[in-house]
């Protein structure tokens, strides 16, 4: 008997959550839909009629902030390359409101796999206590731009 009540008692809930479902919600009443946001460098949108970007920097998209690789193409050495990477990628992100200790995932493509624990070694420590997940690769062919290193994140503003 016991058995036949629970089932009868999770067959309603199942159909009256289903009629709730069916029923539209007014288009006032819904929540804001996320949007994609360009981020422009020194706010300075493209010109009209320019011809589009090949790509951009920086986008949100509601809470997330997508930000494109970042190199160092300047002269020297890994520990270097990752510093000045590291510091235009916080940069960008407190621009926006953002931290490093907001960035959820990093990716890290190296032109050389054997400078992977000297990156590690100004890596550490950047994103604060809890730091975000992380992929690294050496990159094929190399960095485009003779960078060692480019590092592109998403973060959360």
């Known amino acids: ?16 959550a289903a009629a709730a479902a069916a029923v539209a919600v007014p288009a006032a009443a819904q929540p804001d839909k996320p949007t994609k946001r360009v981020i422009y460098k020194d706010g300075k949108k493209p010109a009209p009629g320019a011809k589009p970007p090949l790509f951009n920097s920086t986008v949100a998209y509601g809470n997330l902030l997508f930000i494109a690789g970042v190199g160092a193409h300047v002269p020297g050495d890994i520990k270097s390359h990752t510093k000045i990477v590291l510091d235009s990628i916080q940069q960008q992100l407190e621009g926006v409101g953002s931290s490093m200790e907001k960035v959820l995932k990093a990716n890290v493509y190296l032109n050389d796999i054997k400078d992977w624990p000297a990156m590690n ?35 959360y503003i």
């Open 1 to 16: 008997m016991k058995q036949t009540n629970r089932r009868n008692f999770l067959g309603r809930g199942v159909a009256t």
């Open 121 to 155: 070694e100004v890596f550490q420590g950047r994103f604060g206590a809890e730091p975000p997940v992380r992929t690294t690769i050496a990159a094929a062919g190399g960095i485009p731009g003779n960078s060692l290193v480019e590092i592109d994140v998403i973060a």
